[in-house]
């Protein structure tokens, strides 16, 4: 693991780095996965649900200009956060201390893309960082295995903070 992505008090840290802006949104966005198969005889496609997508989350920050860096200062850095990599070269992997992520079950992302725009009328540069949910393949396999062997309660739970930020409690 890589680090946390942590969102406090209209700050963003990845790891142990500050993200330097003002974060002004977080949203997240889970889709079902359809397999689409064809009927014969029949026009259209059968949308059938096979499961969910990763989710996808989405925040937005905007990078003053002040006395000691420009905008673009500051995005050179957030590009650097972006392309940075583990020792193996993969993109950093984040565990995730937020309780709108904990909310949506969300306990790992990687950074996956960085969008940035400017207009003529501030000397400000917004930027949308995107993450979407890391689910290891093993960690995939340990959740069937779980899900199989109790049953199913999330319906009945109430939101919180996932286990890895209370402690293991």
């Not at 700050?11 to 002004?24: M, N, Q």
């Not at 689409?36 to 059968?46: F, N, P, R, Y």
């Not at 673009?72 to 990599?85: A, E, F, M, W």
Request: hydrophobic share 35%.
């Amino acid at each position: 693991m890589d680090g946390y992505i942590t969102f406090e008090y209209g700050e963003l840290r990845l790891g142990d780095t500050f993200v330097p802006g003002v974060l002004s949104r977080l949203s997240v966005d889970g889709k079902v996965r359809f397999d689409e198969a064809e009927q014969d005889g029949l026009s259209g496609k059968v949308k059938v649900p096979m499961g969910w997508e990763d989710a996808a989350v989405s925040v937005t920050i905007e990078l003053l200009t002040d006395e000691d860096s420009t905008c673009y200062d500051k995005l050179t850095s957030l590009s650097r956060l972006y392309k940075g990599h583990d020792s193996s070269g993969n993109p950093m992997v984040y565990r995730t201390a937020n309780a709108h992520l904990a909310a949506r079950n969300i306990d790992e992302v990687v950074f996956d893309g960085l969008n940035s725009f400017e207009n003529n009328k501030s000397d400000s540069i917004t930027v949308n960082l995107r993450f979407v949910e890391h689910n290891p393949p093993i960690q995939l396999v340990e959740k069937r295995s779980a899900s199989s062997a109790t049953p199913d309660t999330t319906a009945n739970v109430e939101p919180g903070l996932s286990d890895h930020i209370l402690g293991g409690r």
